[in-house]
Nanobody
């Protein structure tokens, strides 16, 4: 069983930057990919970014490409999401997730954190 804990959320003004982190613990040997998803108020949960644990290949949603960067520290089981040029529409509860396959589909992820809130003011 893998446990995930997100941190780093907060309140920022539009145009600002924020970095989220995710710590994985427990049985992490089966984890092939880790990703970030988000759910804004009145919206469905959506894919944000993904990183392959073995080769660091990444994928991003079009809405965040060029503004967000996902990275990892494999030795420490850490995943980061660096966010810049933040917009009010980025306001959401951000979730860290772990799975075995390189995919952006939510149903393919087995473990989820509780989420960390990011609020972007205009």
């Amino acid at each position: 069983q893998v446990q995930l804990v997100e941190s780093g959320g907060g309140l920022v003004q539009a145009g600002g930057s924020l970095t989220l982190s995710c710590t994985a613990s427990g049985r992490t040997s089966s984890t092939g990919v880790m990703g970030w998803f988000r759910q804004g108020p009145g919206k469905e949960r959506e894919f944000v970014a993904l990183i392959n644990w073995s080769d660091s290949s990444t994928a991003y949603a079009d809405s965040v490409k060029g503004r967000f960067t996902i990275s990892r520290d494999g030795a420490r089981n850490l995943v980061f999401l660096r966010m810049s040029s933040l917009k009010p529409e980025d306001t959401a509860l951000y979730y860290c997730a772990a799975g075995r396959l390189f995919t952006a589909r939510m149903r393919d992820f087995d473990a989820w954190g509780q989420g960390t809130q990011v609020t972007v003011s205009s």
